[in-house]
């Protein structure tokens, strides 16, 4: 192949590698990994079993010093490129942090060897908007996107979610959506579509994620408290809202019939098996870069209702596979659960 793809992230993660995948069908592919220093073992990396183009990464070390990193990038870019000459190198990052740059900027600094047209991308998350740190966040961005059109020259981005992308479009011509992508992900069939009925007499209802503000838990409770027809609802996170959500939770089951399960952790086996007894996800975050979660459930063949303030919103084109509501709106959400209800039986 004329063309290679660098990706260059954090770490491994699964929602990734269909991405790469992707890419791979038509370029030549390298992978580098520099995790955060607070991040040295990311918890994607540990989730996954196999490594998909293994022999095509390399991992950096982030508490060793900046010039052994450099050597290695140096020595698996020569190694790779073998004296190749491509007509086009891409280097897709996901990095904000002046220090993690720099190593973009070494990366293609060694590539123009091998290539006289090379592309800089970000590969960045939307930004948040709706809490205390916004200002911070966005002189943190201001500065890191500055850096990248003076040290990069970047004009494009890709971005894994629409939700907030008009900030980006202050800094670049171009932005582009790629939401996260596993390499095993399955679409629905339209004899599956139409299969999405309930799997018990009772609508199961499952939430996962951290028992936080952010995410939302309360109003989903709320909801289905007033739910008037036989549902379960299945709670699987922690957090300082812990609680208070039990709490909440007994007091509904002490004065109804309904049904409430809350577990606090579960390894990734158990959370696919219970996802596959349930009949509907909801994830109603304030706000979510993406929402892994959801992902999830699309791909165990699980209705999904989530907020317009979750970024994987984008993978529910047709309304089919799920729905979305307005941030917050409790009545919205009600009904969205009693239309799936009443389509499913």
């Known amino acids: 192949m004329d063309r290679l793809i660098i990706f260059f992230d954090n770490a491994p993660s699964i929602h990734k590698e269909g991405i790469i995948q992707d890419f791979s069908s038509y370029n030549d592919i390298l992978i580098i990994h520099f995790p955060l220093f607070s991040d ?45 000459n491509y007509k086009k190198i891409s280097i897709l990052h996901s990095f904000l942090d002046i220090y993690r740059l720099g190593f973009v900027v070494k990366l293609k600094t060694l590539c123009q060897f091998s290539c006289n047209f090379i592309y800089t991308i970000p590969l960045l998350e939307p930004i948040r908007l709706n809490d205390i740190y916004i200002l911070p966040r966005l002189i943190r961005l201001f500065i890191s996107l500055t850096y990248q059109k003076i040290y990069l020259d970047s004009n494009k981005i890709f971005v894994f979610a629409s939700l ?23 679409i629905f069939s339209n004899k599956e579509v139409n299969n999405l009925n309930i799997k018990h007499k009772k609508l199961r209802i499952l939430f996962i994620g951290k028992l936080i503000d952010r995410k939302n838990p309360m109003i989903l409770i709320n909801a289905f408290k007033n739910l008037k027809f036989d549902a379960q609802l299945t709670i699987v996170g922690e957090g300082y809202m812990a609680d208070k959500i039990k709490n909440k939770c007994k007091k509904i089951m002490d004065f109804s019939d309904s049904h409430i399960k809350i577990f606090n952790r579960l390894d990734n086996q158990q959370v696919n098996d219970l996802m596959s007894e349930h009949d509907v996800l909801v994830l109603p975050s304030k706000f979510d870069g ?29 309304g089919k596979i799920g729905a979305v509501f307005k941030n917050n709106s ?12 009443l389509r499913s039986i």
Do not use: C, T, W
């Open 40 to 84: 040295e073992k990311h918890f994607s990396e540990i989730s996954m079993k196999n490594l998909s183009f293994e022999n095509s990464r390399l991992k950096l070390i982030p508490n060793v010093s900046k010039k052994e990193n450099l050597i290695k990038i140096e020595n698996f870019i020569n190694k790779k490129i073998n004296n190749k």
């Open 164 to 186: 907030n992308s008009f900030i980006y479009k202050l800094f670049f011509r171009k932005v582009n959506l790629l939401p996260y992508k596993k390499i095993k992900n399955k």
């Open 290 to 318: 993406f929402g892994f979660v959801v992902s999830e459930a699309i791909d165990s063949k699980v209705y999904v209702i989530v907020s317009n303030k979750v970024g994987s919103k984008d993978l529910i084109h047709n």
């Open 330 to 341: 409790l009545s919205e959400l009600q009904n969205l659960l009693n239309l799936h209800y």
